[in-house]
């Protein structure tokens, strides 16, 4: 398994896909009170899904889902809803460590350090 990051799919298909842009720019534009931005948001999000449950074997399908994760949270972060991102990062970090991901879960912890330096208050 490849040690990237994971990256949900884009518009690259057949059948339309929200892509990871559209999500920051709504999320940006209308924010989470928006309904049709949190409809995209889950859409995005359920995509990612489908495409981790592809994955074979335990330890790969658990990699791409925390790659998942991270992600959804890099998504709050642009977007500006950094106490969003800290809370999936700081459940993500959870799965790392009982998966003894010993990269994913350095990875994590350098965003939540990050996250906290743009807002103290999370911690």
């Known amino acids: 398994m490849s040690h990237e990051s994971f990256n949900q799919p884009e518009n690259n298909s057949e059948e339309f896909s929200i892509s990871r ?5 709504a999320l940006k534009a209308k924010g ?3 309904p049709a931005t949190m409809e995209m948001l ?19 399908h658990y990699w791409v889902s925390v790659e998942c994760s991270i992600e959804t949270a890099k998504v ?6 950094l106490r969003e991102a ?8 959870i799965i790392a460590q009982n998966t003894r991901n010993e990269e994913q879960y350095n990875r994590i912890n350098r965003l939540l350090d990050d ?3 743009m807002d ?3 911690m």
């Open 76 to 81: 709050f972060m642009e977007s500006g809803f």
């Open 21 to 25: 842009e559209m999500v920051i720019d």
């Open 32 to 34: 989470k009170e928006d």
């Open 86 to 93: 800290y809370d999936d990062l700081l459940d993500t970090q």
């Open 115 to 117: 996250l906290e330096r």
């Open 42 to 60: 889950g859409t995005w999000i359920e995509q990612g899904r489908m495409e981790v449950e592809k994955v074979k074997g335990k330890e790969a």
């Open 120 to 122: 103290p208050s999370l």
